[in-house]
């Protein structure tokens, strides 16, 4: 995505999660997205804005898709040349030791482009009053709080 080219890009942060995250390679893959998905936070702010600005112009929202359109043919022909020499490079390699599967990747570096910033003491993200409203409230018929 190309921000104001093809989409609107909105800050996402995550903290630094540096080994605790290798525990999650231990996990099946819905839970590692969950995981990884749970760690992110968007700024909420700059959606909003970003979602108000193409609701308000359907000019703007049909030039970034033809964008986004002709970026992603350009894209996927690219991936077919790899995929090809790729294919042409594995017929003829010599046989080889079986490697390890993804769950062997460090999620971490693998991840790591994902967020816009990663958090810090001195960038710290805070659930506002309308947000903890939202996250306690109770969708249970007994009135629990939802878990």
Sequence with gaps: MRDGHTGLLVPSYWPPLGDELDIVRMCDSADRDATLAGCTVIDVDALARAMTTLVRNPDLRAKMAEAGRRDAKARIRKYEELWEHMLECAR????????????????????????SYQLTDERTVALTERGAGVAHRSDSADGSPRR
């Design 92 to 115: 003829n390699a010599p046989p080889r030791v079986p490697r390890m599967g993804p769950t062997s990747y460090p999620q971490q570096k693998a991840f790591a482009h994902y967020p």
